[in-house]
């Protein structure tokens, strides 16, 4: 199983960014694919899931009405649309996989990492 996170950047506050996992290995059919962030000095966060087959997703707070998760018409691939990105959005994000029907958002509950992805909001 290897993901690939990637789309990360320099942003300025309120723009806008596309984060991609590409999963290799695994089905999405069957594997749910979560979206986490660590910022310097804190624990790793969940932001977002989607379960397998795409029927089910979850946003946590900070991400609600701003980030979108979807699979992509290449279907190993899992987006993070976030619109409307503030300073405190700034973190590696990280994509994660496991086996499951359900969507979680617990980074204890996932298996497999991918190496992560620089975003950075600032003027």
């Known amino acids: 199983v290897q993901l690939q996170a990637s789309g990360g950047g320099l942003v300025q506050p309120g723009g806008s960014l596309r984060l991609s996992c590409a999963a290799s290995?695994?089905?999405?059919?069957?594997?749910?694919i979560g979206w986490f962030r660590q910022a310097p000095g804190k624990e790793r966060e969940g932001v977002s899931c989607?379960?397998?087959?795409?029927?089910?997703?979850y946003y946590a707070d900070s991400a609600k009405g701003r980030f979108t998760i979807s699979r992509g018409n290449a279907k190993n691939t899992v987006y993070l649309q976030m619109n409307s990105l503030e300073p405190e959005d700034t973190a590696v994000y990280y994509c994660?996989?496991?086996?499951?029907?359900?969507?979680?958002?617990?980074?204890?509950?996932?298996?497999?990492w991918g190496q992560g992805t620089l975003v950075t909001v600032s003027s």
């Open positions: 989607i379960s397998s087959g795409g029927t089910n997703t």
């Open positions: 994660a996989t496991r086996v499951a029907y359900g969507c979680y958002h617990n980074p204890d509950d996932y298996d497999y």
């Open positions: 290995g695994i089905s999405l059919d069957y594997y749910a």
